[in-house]
C-alpha cells in the first residue's frame, strides 16, 4: 500500500511477471513481500492481499500462484489472497466503479475494459511472440529489423546512427551479437525509435504509425463486439510517459474519449479492492477478465 495517512505503508521489490519468472519464482517474491508487510506493521495483521501480477491473465495461473503463496506462508497467510491481472488494478485505478478502458503500452501491450454492467473484457495481452501491438518491444523489434535492412542496403534510417551512438551496436557484426549473443533486450530501443520518429526519419515515423494503427485496431475490435463498453481510455504504461506517442496513439483512435492518467495508484486501486473482498462488499469472481466471445 501506499501514502502517508495513518496505517499505510509503501514497500518494494522486484518486478513480478509470471509467465518470464515462472510460477515458484513469482510465488516465492510475492510471499516474500507480503511477509516484509506484516513485519513493518506489528499489531495489525495483513488482513486481505489482492495481488495485480503481469501475465497472469488467466484463472488456472491465478489460481496456482494463488495456492503456492498460501502454501509458502504458511499460517501466516492472510485470510483473503487473491491473484488477478495486473491490468485489472490498473483499470480500478483509473476507473473506479465505471465503464472505460485501459490502454497498456509498456514493454508489451494490452487492452482491458469494464462495461457498465460490470464485466472484464480484454484484447492483446499475447505477449512479444504473438502480438505485443504498439509496446515497447514491438517499436524496438521493428527498429532493429529496419536497421538490418538499411545494413542490405534498404532505406537509410536515423535509427542506425542512434543504435551506434547510444549502445554501441553497429553493422552485421553489432547487430547480430546484440540480438543472437548478448540477447539485447529489443524494447530498448523503444526510446530510440519515437525520437528518430520526431524527427522525421521516414522509417521511424512509419514503424511508430504501424504499431499504433495495430494497436488501435485492437481497441476498435474490443469496442466494436463488446455492448456497454464506455468509449472513453486512459493510457498507461512506460511508452505512456511518452507525450509525442500518446498523441499518436490518440490520433488513432479518434473515436474515443481520452482521459488524463488516474491521481489513485494502482497500489492504492488494489487496497482498496483487497478491504472490499475482506468485507463482502465485492466477490473475487468480479476480478476475472473474458474475451470478447466468452458469453
Same mark, same amino acid.
Given at each position: ?13 522486484e518486478?513480478?511477471?509470471v509467465?518470464?519468472?515462472g ?13 516484509a508487510?506484516g513485519c ?7 488482513q486481505?492481499?489482492? /495481488? *495485480?501480477?503481469? +501475465?497472469a491473465?488467466t484463472l488456472?495461473?491465478?489460481?496456482a500462484? $494463488?495456492?503456492?503463496?498460501r #502454501?509458502i %506462508?504458511?499460517?501466516?497467510a ?22 472505460g ?12 475494459g469494464r ?7 480484454r /484484447? *492483446?495481452?499475447? +505477449? ?9 518491444? $514491438?517499436l524496438?523489434?521493428? #527498429?532493429? %529489423?529496419?536497421v ?5 542496403g534498404g532505406?537509410?534510417t536515423y ?6 551512438q547510444?549502445?554501441?551496436?553497429r ?6 551479437d ?5 540477447r539485447?533486450p529489443?524494447q ?6 519515437? /525520437? ?6 521516414e ?7 504501424t ?16 455492448p456497454g ?5 486512459c ?16 490520433s488513432?483512435l479518434?473515436t ?11 497500489a492504492?486501486a488494489?487496497?482498496r479492492?483487497?478491504?472490499e473482498?475482506a ?14 466471445r466468452?458469453?
Amino acid at each position: 500500500m501506499s501514502g502517508q495517512q495513518q496505517g499505510e505503508r509503501r514497500l518494494s521489490a522486484e518486478a513480478v511477471n509470471v509467465m518470464r519468472l515462472g510460477q515458484e519464482a513469482a510465488a516465492q517474491r510475492l510471499a516474500k513481500l507480503i511477509l516484509a508487510a506484516g513485519c513493518e506493521t506489528p499489531g495489525w495483521p495483513v488482513q486481505a492481499i489482492v /495481488a *495485480g501480477v503481469a +501475465g497472469a491473465g488467466t484463472l488456472s495461473v491465478q489460481t496456482a500462484l $494463488a495456492s503456492r503463496i498460501r #502454501a509458502i %506462508m504458511g499460517a501466516a497467510a492472510p485470510p483473503v489472497l487473491e491473484v488477478v491481472h495486473d491490468g485489472v488494478i490498473a483499470l480500478e485505478g483509473a476507473f473506479p466503479d465505471s465503464s472505460g478502458l485501459l490502454i497498456i503500452v509498456g514493454t508489451g501491450s494490452a487492452i482491458v475494459g469494464r462495461t457498465r454492467g460490470g464485466r472484464l473484457v480484454r /484484447a *492483446g495481452g499475447w +505477449g512479444y511472440l504473438m502480438g505485443d501491438e504498439g509496446s515497447g518491444y $514491438a517499436l524496438g523489434r521493428r #527498429a532493429l %529489423m529496419a536497421v538490418a535492412r538499411a545494413v542490405d542496403g534498404g532505406p537509410p534510417t536515423y535509427l542506425e546512427d542512434l543504435l551506434h551512438q547510444i549502445w554501441g551496436i553497429r553493422g552485421r557484426a553489432g547487430l547480430l551479437d546484440a540480438i543472437y549473443v548478448q540477447r539485447w533486450p529489443l524494447q530498448t530501443a523503444a526510446p530510440a525509435v519515437l /525520437a528518430a520518429a520526431q524527427e522525421g526519419d521516414e522509417v521511424a515515423l512509419h514503424i511508430t504509425m504501424t504499431e499504433a494503427k495495430a494497436l488501435g485496431a485492437q481497441v476498435m475490435r474490443l469496442l466494436e463486439r463488446t455492448p456497454g463498453l464506455e468509449r472513453r481510455a486512459c493510457l498507461s504504461g512506460g511508452l505512456s510517459a511518452s507525450a509525442w506517442y500518446c498523441a499518436v496513439l490518440r490520433s488513432a483512435l479518434q473515436t474515443l474519449r481520452f482521459c488524463p492518467p488516474a491521481e489513485s495508484s494502482a497500489a492504492l486501486a488494489a487496497a482498496r479492492v483487497a478491504k472490499e473482498l475482506a468485507q463482502g462488499v465485492r466477490h473475487a469472481d468480479a476480478l476475472r477478465l473474458s474475451d470478447p466471445r466468452d458469453g
